[in-house]
Nanobody, 126 residues
Framework: QVYLVESGGGSVQAGGSLSISCVAF????????MAWFRQGPGKEREGVAA???????SYSESVKGRFTISRDNANNIVTLQMNNLKPEDTGTYYC????????????????????WGQGTQVTVSS
């Protein structure tokens, strides 16, 4: 059974940085696509960054150049480093994992993932 646990959220002022991590259990990490999604107040859950099993990375346009996703397959950890945070980055951040076949249109689609963590809150004040 796939089990994902996020940690590292918190509160920061605009322009600050935070790092959040996801520890994964129950599957062969290197074969799975891993992603971070977020859901702001009153908003749909959206894909932020994703890492496929060949280490190809995708970012949403809203975070490109500010966020960095990385994965440590040996320790089953995926980390999202968030710099130059903005108030619109506020939300609950979720880790997701799935064995997505090659050629799938986008790794940032919510429907592509069937395994989710419980979420960690990130709050950015202006």
């Amino acid at each position: 059974q796939v089990y994902l646990v996020e940690s590292g959220g918190g509160s920061v002022q605009a322009g600050g940085s935070l790092s959040i991590s996801c520890v994964a259990f129950g599957f062969e990490h290197s074969r799975y696509c891993m992603a971070w999604f977020r859901q702001g107040p009153g908003k749909e859950r959206e894909g932020v960054a994703a890492f496929d099993y060949k280490r190809k990375i995708s970012y949403s346009e809203s975070v490109k150049g500010r966020f960095t996703i990385s994965r440590d397959n040996a320790n089953n950890i995926v980390t999202l480093q968030m710099n130059n945070l903005k108030p619109e980055d506020t939300g609950t951040y979720y880790c997701a994992a799935e064995e997505i076949p090659p050629g799938y249109p986008s790794l940032l689609r919510r429907v592509a993932y069937g395994n989710w963590g419980q979420g960690t809150q990130v709050t950015v004040s202006s």
